[in-house]
């Protein structure tokens, strides 16, 4: 089993950054591949970053490439998402995922966080 804690969102101006962080209970979270979703009002939860459980491998969505960085620290259980170049349309809860598989499908994650807010003002 493992809980994920995010951390980090809030009300930001268009251009500017912020750092999310999604920390793990559990001695066994470099077994798992993390990932960063995001659901806006009305929409469905959608992909946007992903690292396997070393770091070696990362994957993001075309929207986000360029602007924002996946990143983990295995010894603080601790999976990143720096957010730099914020737009209006990135507004969105943002939930860290945990999954023994590496994937950018929502439905290949059985762990989740209770997700935060990030509010890009234009």
């Known amino acids: 089993q493992v809980q994920l804690v995010e951390s980090g969102g809030g009300l930001v101006q268009a251009g500017g950054s912020l750092r999310l962080s999604c920390t793990a209970s559990?001695?066994?979270?470099?077994?798992?591949?993390m990932g960063w979703f995001r659901q806006a009002p009305g929409k469905e939860r959608a992909f946007v970053a992903a690292?396997?459980?070393?770091?070696?491998?990362?994957n993001y969505l075309d929207t986000v490439k360029g602007r924002f960085t996946i990143s983990r620290d295995n010894a603080k259980n601790t999976v990143y998402l720096q957010m730099n170049s914020l737009k209006p349309e990135d507004t969105a809860v943002y939930y860290c995922?945990?999954?023994?598989?590496?994937?950018?499908?929502?439905?290949?994650?059985?762990?989740w966080g209770q997700g935060t807010q990030v509010t890009v003002s234009s």
């Open positions: 995922a945990a999954d023994l598989n590496y994937s950018d499908d929502a439905k290949g994650y059985n762990y």
């Open positions: 559990g001695r066994t979270f470099s077994m798992y591949a």
């Open positions: 690292i396997s459980w070393r770091g070696y491998n990362t």
